[in-house]
């Protein structure tokens, strides 16, 4: 399995960034896969933005509900997330995961529950 980000930059806050990760090499077909993003702020833990399963269904961490939108396009292999309203304490290192258990259903959003990683794109929020 082989994720790429791609969509991060340097933003002023209040501005928008919309991620894209395209992933490659599924066993099971991508469409089964609970797939999540990721970020890290420096000198921070991994942290879980938001997941989405093969039927739709989406949660997000409550610091950025409304403003976020996380979707997939499963005939592209293609996960995004689409990033509004952004805040400096949105700067981190964004990472896009796969659940490789193929359930169709998200178990949690923790980095214990994916097993494919993407190597992360920078997104920077400037106040």
């Known amino acids: 399995v082989q994720l790429v980000e791609s969509g991060g930059g340097s933003v002023q806050a209040g501005g928008s960034l919309k991620l894209s990760c395209g992933g490659s090499?599924?066993?099971?077909?991508?469409?089964?896969?609970?797939m999540a993003w990721f970020r890290q702020a420096p000198e921070k833990r991994y942290e879980g933005v938001a997941s989405?399963?093969?039927?739709?269904?989406?949660k997000y961490v409550d610091s950025v509900k409304g403003r976020f939108t996380i979707s997939r396009d499963n005939d592209k292999n293609t996960l995004y997330l689409e990033m509004n309203s952004l805040k400096a304490e949105d700067t981190a290192t964004y990472y896009c995961?796969?659940?490789?258990?193929?359930?169709?259903?998200?178990?949690?959003?923790?980095?214990?529950?994916?097993?494919?990683w993407g190597q992360g794109t920078q997104v920077t929020v400037s106040s």
């Open positions: 995961a796969a659940d490789l258990r193929a359930q169709g259903y998200c178990f949690g959003l923790t980095t214990r529950d994916f097993g494919a």
């Open positions: 090499e599924f066993p099971q077909g991508y469409s089964t896969l609970c």
């Open positions: 989405i399963d093969s039927f739709g269904s989406t």
